[in-house]
């Protein structure tokens, strides 16, 4: 089994590949040019690392990317600093996503697509609705966070724009708060938002998203429990 992650050198991304690497699953990680990457996962002989940005990626490289893997799974995410915030790509993950798709499905792939979305993201289709308050502050952020607006693409891409006779199976992962703890701990999932993420947000450890990522792609039972859908994760109080 192989494994494309992007976002590799992230927070979670790094917790994903290592939980990959745990599970011997070879990994293919795209990582910018600057990007560290910890010696435990770089000398591991199941991982290849290609260095370059994924937003310049043409669409002939992204297919070399995906042909052999089983998998795709995709941690970006813009970095909290005023360039990471305000600064180009505005659209990092969405074209990211986009491309992916394109080249699954023009190399005609099983491959199944994993996307770290977030609780910021409602999913209408499944009957998710935000409170008038919530509709105004997720607004007002869709108008002057890009970053927000970009997780919002790429999510919606994924629910809305992928028509149901494709041949790729995705699952768009909705973590809320994100903190970063040593082990894996209790989580749970759920269909649907069980609290307000702006009100009365949730906390997600950055290692149970990677645990859970892990787990869709080799228990096939979940993954057909999920497949096409935004779950949420929660840690357990
Ligand atoms: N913060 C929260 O509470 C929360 C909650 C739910 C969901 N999320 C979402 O979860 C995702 C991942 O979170 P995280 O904390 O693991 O993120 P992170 O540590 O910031 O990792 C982001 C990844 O994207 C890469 N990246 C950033 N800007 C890039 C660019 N311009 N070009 C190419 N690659 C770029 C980073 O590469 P470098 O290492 O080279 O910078 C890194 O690999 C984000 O989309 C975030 O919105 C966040």
Known sequence: MKALV????????????????????????????????????????????IRGNI?????????????????????????ISLKGILGSPHKLVYNAVVKIIEALQS????????LMSTTAYTNEKIGELNTSREKIIFSLLKM??????D??????????????KTNIDWVAVRPDSLFDEENVSEYEI????????IFNP????RINVGH?????ITNDQLWQEWKHNTPVIYNKE
């Open 6 to 49: 992007l976002g590799a050198s992230g927070a979670t991304g790094k917790l994903v590949v290592q939980q990959l690497l745990n599970k011997n699953i070879n990994v293919r990680a795209v990582v910018r040019e600057s990007a560290v990457i910890p010696g435990q996962i770089s000398d591991d002989k199941s991982i290849e690392i």
């Open 55 to 79: 937003n310049d990626f043409k669409i002939a490289q992204i297919k070399d990317l995906v042909k052999d893997c089983d998998t795709v799974i995709c941690c970006l995410g813009h970095n």
């Open 107 to 114: 190399l005609n792939l099983n491959t199944k697509f994993i």
């Open 144 to 149: 002057f966070l890009p970053p927000h607006k």
């Open 151 to 164: 997780n919002m693409l790429a999510a919606d891409h994924l629910v809305y724009k992928l028509s149901t």
């Open 190 to 197: 759920h269909n649907c938002k069980i609290r307000s993420a």
């Open 202 to 205: 949730g906390k997600t450890s």
């Open 212 to 216: 859970f990522m892990v787990e869709l």
